[in-house]
């Protein structure tokens, strides 16, 4: 596969036919109450052709643009284009915008003036008192519009840190801002600030506690955890994109535990996990593209734009659906990452640019990269990498003296090179891929199996 130019044959053909089907489906669904379900996917399967088609064609423009940059684990060095995220990132924008009436279809027809009632005149105490005003479910298209917004300006300052490459410790609050929307129509609409209490702690607590103002601080670090923790975890071919397809494959599964008929009609929690598939069907077909040209050999780089765009999808899913902790047990490998990686990020260790594992040219392997200490560390400092040595999460390298000099970088991919040695680009992608999966089913079984030892009920009757 190349990773510019036209289309072939072949390909021509087969994304014509998915877009052909795909606008059949669409326009069918309006023979009854809208179908949005199913008018979602079909628009997911659109998204898919329409970014695969992009990539293929802004590639050469995006090299010509400057927006292109070197594959380091690879013997030649080629350049790629990069920041192709962005291109993901706007497809996606785009469908769940044109999407809007269709969630809201049965309610624009039965319920309003678009449904033939335009011109009947209706009596002022009716429609103060009749079910015209009410029914019409405002504030979920409020949440939709604000979930929008929120992917909208997070793309916008993805493409900036693209651009201007922000520095860490600026771009760590980029996610905050952009969640402001979410947050504001959370509070507008929803306000339950109350969390189910354990029954260990019920005897002091009450069954529910009311965090008042934390909770929304708390929403905000999800806000602000998701994107830079995908973020964190890259540097090889197709992670990125991997592991953010595995979450969504996973919360795509949580949501349809909840749908019919699986579960009893009406579910308080149904139209929470219809929310958010409708955000998650047409991220997958986006997502399933890029992945395809980012793959090992990646033909296109994704940027930091599809780090936040991905992070902030799932936030705002879990937020506006409320599941925050469920989606907190699928991020289990990139919480790991974060905390196995603090020394680094909080500086507490050097920590380079670029942290990325090492390519070995004569091996075609990648190996474990390394970190220098201009200064010897301080004891405090080196007792805990002596413990890290001892538990296998780092490799140390000391002078005679014993000086720490050296040390592997903190993060994931590393570490899983120190534990099973180097190995092909693709295989470790697949491997930490596998473990994505692998911790996001525990995850799961936790949050619907074993959340009963703590808590009186789930919520799922299955």
């Not at 089907?21 to 079909?42: K, R, Y």
């Amino acid at each position: 596969m190349t990773a510019t130019g036209a289309l072939n044959r072949g390909e021509t053909l087969w994304l014509l036919t998915l877009s052909a089907a795909s606008i059949g489906v669409i326009a069918n669904t309006f023979q009854g109450d809208g179908e949005p379900l199913i008018a979602s996917f079909a628009f997911s399967v659109l998204a898919y052709a329409f970014t695969f088609s992009l990539i293929r064609w802004l590639g050469d423009t995006f090299i010509k643009a400057g927006l292109k940059g070197k594959d380091l684990c690879k013997a030649r060095r080629p350049e790629i284009p990069e920041t192709m995220g962005a291109v993901s990132a706007v497809v996606y924008l785009l469908v769940i915008i044109v999407f809007i009436p269709f969630p809201f279809y049965k309610d624009i027809v039965a319920a309003t003036s678009g449904g033939g009632n335009r011109d009947i005149v209706v009596e002022v105490h009716h429609v103060e008192t009749g079910r015209f005003l009410h029914r019409f479910p405002h504030s979920k298209l409020a949440s939709y519009l604000s979930a929008i917004l929120s992917l909208q300006s997070v793309v916008i300052l993805g493409i900036g840190d693209d651009l201007f490459d922000i520095r860490w410790r600026h771009k760590l609050l980029i996610p905050a801002f952009a969640s402001i929307p979410l947050l504001v129509v959370y509070f507008v609409d929803f306000g339950v600030t109350q969390v189910v209490v354990p029954l260990s702690l019920q005897q002091y607590f009450g069954s529910l506690l009311d965090l008042g103002w934390l909770y929304y601080a708390y929403m905000a670090a999800v806000a602000i955890f998701c994107p830079n923790s995908i973020n964190i975890l890259a540097g090889i071919n197709g992670i990125e994109v991997s592991q953010s397809l595995v979450i969504a494959v996973l919360l795509v599964i949580n949501d349809v535990l909840y749908l019919v008929p699986l579960t009893p009609y009406p579910h308080p929690a149904t139209d929470s996990h219809l929310f958010s598939l409708y955000l998650l069907l047409p991220f997958i077909g986006v997502s399933t593209a890029l992945w395809q040209f980012n793959w090992y050999p990646a033909k296109v780089f994704v940027g930091d734009t599809y780090c936040y765009f991905a992070g902030m999808v799932f936030a705002v899913v879990a937020i506006q659906g409320h599941f925050s902790k469920t989606l907190l047990l699928l991020f289990i490998p990139q919480i790991f990452n974060f905390i196995y990686s603090s020394p680094q990020l909080f500086r507490l260790v050097p920590c380079p640019r670029h942290r990325l594992p090492r390519f070995n040219a004569r091996s075609g392997l990648l190996e474990p990269s390394s970190t220098l200490y201009p200064h010897p560390p301080k004891a405090h400092l080196v007792l805990i990498l002596k413990l890290f040595q001892k538990l296998r999460l780092v490799q140390l390298e000391e002078t005679p003296k014993g000086e720490i000099i050296e040390s592997t970088n903190l993060t994931l991919l590393n570490l899983w090179l120190v534990w099973f040695g180097p190995m092909r680009e693709d295989r470790l992608a697949s491997w930490i891929t596998g473990l994505q999966f692998g911790c996001g089913i525990l995850g799961l079984f936790v949050r619907h199996r074993l959340a009963l030892l703590v808590f009186q009920e789930d919520n799922l009757p299955v």
